[in-house]
């Protein structure tokens, strides 16, 4: 059956392959055999599931092929600034989820990894030089905590702390109750923590903010994006990218291995963009 995963599909990275790079796979099947297409299509799904899982990858990029076909489900969104800016407020608002806005706060202001942010120690914050050392990801399974290092090379990186960051990381620290002492594969006094002190972790965040997005939704009868680690990590790229920063310095902060991720997946042109880009060059 693999006989039939045409180039350059076999070639990529897994990392690198979208939703695009599926199709355009599988179109040439869906001509042969209706049957064909979808035994092959249920391997990639199982392949690229397998590695979402065991978080070797942020997001699977067959999560939007159908069977029959492949037509294409909604592609996952960034948040606009407005949608941003209501979450927050919403959140703030909330005896629930008013406990996690730093944590949004953070994620959409510098797109860490939620490992990474988890991972967070005292020693990665630089506030007399406004910077984030990213050298390590907490994870968590059934037999508990541990540290991996970041997805590549360029995972290591020092992401700098905007004016928002630098005063939600101060408060954070500043505001931790039953801090525990835990350590971590050498690692100690995390930053992010739960209620008993110790630290949070991956699969806590996605689905509280699952939950934050469906009560948002119902109060206040506004349509959103599905909230999750990976869309606020999204949201800061496609932010970024569409106020201007030059692509190798957005890879830089990101922490993706190659350009292709930064220029291919996350960052997405817009009218509005493409509106102030030739304005700042014709005036």
Excluded: W
């Excluded at 350590?183 to 509280?208: C, H, I, Q, W």
């Excluded at 109060?219 to 030059?246: E, Q, S, V, W, Y």
């Amino acid at each position: 059956m693999t006989n039939y995963i045409i180039k350059p599909l076999g070639e990529m990275y897994m990392e690198e392959v979208t939703a695009d790079d599926i199709r355009l796979a599988l179109v040439p099947l869906s001509k042969k055999s209706e049957g064909l297409y979808n035994k092959v299509n249920m391997l990639l799904k199982c392949i690229f599931y397998t590695a979402e899982r065991n978080q070797l990858l942020e997001h699977n990029p067959c999560a939007g092929i159908s069977g029959k076909g492949g037509k294409p489900t909604k592609k996952k969104e960034a948040l606009t600034e407005e949608q941003t800016n209501a979450l927050l407020d919403f959140a703030k608002e909330d005896n629930t989820y008013k406990a996690y806005c730093s944590e949004i706060i953070v994620l959409v202001n510098t797109g860490l990894r939620v490992s990474e942010m988890c991972g967070l120690t005292l020693s990665d914050i630089d506030f007399d030089n406004r910077m984030i050392d990213i050298n390590h990801q907490l994870k968590k399974d059934k037999d508990g905590y541990y540290t991996e290092p970041p997805k590549s090379d360029s995972g290591y990186r020092k992401v700098p702390m905007t004016d928002l960051v630098y005063e939600t990381l101060k408060n954070v620290i500043q505001n931790r109750k039953n801090v525990s002492h835990i350590e971590v594969d050498g690692y100690k006094d995390f930053v992010f923590l739960n209620k008993r002190g110790y630290p949070m972790y991956n699969a806590y965040y996605t689905s509280t903010f699952t939950n934050l997005t469906k009560k948002y939704r119902k109060i206040t009868k506004k349509d959103i994006p599905n909230i999750t680690p990976h869309i606020l990590r999204h949201t800061f790229c496609t932010n970024m990218a569409n106020k201007g920063m030059t692509p190798n310095n957005l890879q830089y902060v990101m922490g993706h291995k190659n350009i292709t991720m930064t220029l291919g997946y996350y960052a997405h042109g817009s009218y509005l963009s493409a509106q102030a880009e030739m304005q700042r060059i014709t005036t």
